[in-house]
């Protein structure tokens, strides 16, 4: 067969047989249920959903992120991120990287954590108006370790980005780790794939391209200072991680099975709940929210907003990773109808 028709072969294979080989959830940033721009940025937070950004020790600098429509060819967002405020002076033990953790029943398929391991490749696309080399890193739980503990595994390694603002696509293949930990293959944090923006000088001196414990620590590279100037931004979308050697097509999902995917970790869901006339003065109802999907695990929920009618703000409660109750009670002594709307979060992040 030649070179063309192989290739040809495997890009029409994405639709069928390669289905489901991207462990990354809305790697091509399409999903934002918590908004599009989020401004003012000073620490840890979720925002394009399923992407948490890690900050630590930021000094003065502040970031914000976005779901831009700045994008290569065939996809239509990335994630962007960007300095609103520059830190003058980088603290020695600052880390800032953006991050996606993986759930065991995601990642059980990889083999890892044995003598013949599989091999995975990540491929991305990035564009940044600085060029150089830059880190990147992949965890892997150790019997249940979190992301952050010294007992969890990391591979780190670097990329570079040749031309300044210009998308560039990058690919590294990655041998999976043989040393004798405990794979997480449950509903709990198995894996994270790390790009890291910020490094001080106690965090960017970690070994290269080979499986080590964790020390929350980058391996050395041009651009670990995204605070450094309000000039700065990086862009990336695109994201697969995916076992093999070679970087398959981007594994497109439709809008619907990816947003299904998002909400088992978080949704926004809409709630009614209230009685018609005749209900007593003080008596309280309930109404029951049936998620859209199951949770990972029985969620945190925060009520986020609610437009009440001679009643109480609602309370959520009997919560279980299906659903949940919301409550309230009328505030009048008359029997006439009374209601609340709006609609509360369910988070299930890792």
Request: charged share 15%; net charge negative.
């Amino acid at each position: 067969m030649s070179k063309a028709a192989d290739l040809a072969r495997t890009a029409s294979a994405s639709e069928t047989a390669l289905s489901n080989r991207n462990v990354v959830i809305n790697g091509d940033y399409t999903i934002s249920q918590r908004g599009t721009s989020f401004t003012s940025q000073t620490g840890v937070a979720y925002h394009l959903d399923r992407w948490e950004m890690y900050g630590y020790t930021m000094g003065d600098g502040v970031y914000r992120v976005d779901q831009s429509t700045d994008a290569p060819a065939g996809f239509s967002n990335s994630n962007k991120v960007s300095c609103t405020t520059a830190d003058a002076s980088q603290d020695a033990n600052n880390q800032m990287f953006f991050q996606q953790m993986i759930e065991g029943l995601n990642s059980s398929h990889i083999n890892y954590f044995v003598s013949s391991p599989d091999t995975v490749t990540l491929s991305f696309w990035v564009k940044s108006n600085r060029t150089g080399s830059y880190s990147l890193g992949l965890k892997l739980s150790n019997n249940g370790s979190t992301q952050n503990n010294t007992a969890t595994r990391i591979y780190n390694s670097t990329y570079s980005v040749s031309v300044a603002n210009t998308w560039e696509k990058k690919t590294i293949t990655i041998v999976m780790d043989t040393s004798s930990s405990t794979k997480v293959v449950t509903n709990g944090f198995a894996m994270a794939l790390i790009f890291w923006l910020g490094g001080g000088t106690n965090r960017d001196g970690s070994a290269a391209n080979s499986w080590i414990n964790n020390g929350n620590a980058a391996t050395a590279s041009d651009n670990l200072d995204i605070l450094g100037s309000t000039s700065n931004d990086w862009y990336i979308t695109g994201v697969q991680l995916e076992v093999g050697t070679v970087a398959t097509p981007f594994e497109h999902r439709s809008f619907g099975q990816e947003l299904a995917l998002c909400q088992r970790y978080y949704e926004l869901v809409n709630y009614t709940v209230g009685a018609v006339a005749g209900a007593s003065g003080g008596r309280g109802t309930r109404s029951l929210a049936d998620f859209m999907q199951t949770k990972r695990v029985t969620p945190t929920t925060v009520v986020v907003s609610s437009s009440v009618n001679r009643c109480s703000t609602p309370t959520i409660s009997e919560k279980t990773d299906t659903g949940a109750t919301i409550r309230t009670t009328n505030s009048n002594t008359d029997n006439d109808d009374y209601a609340a709307t709006g609609h509360f979060t369910a988070d299930a992040e890792l």
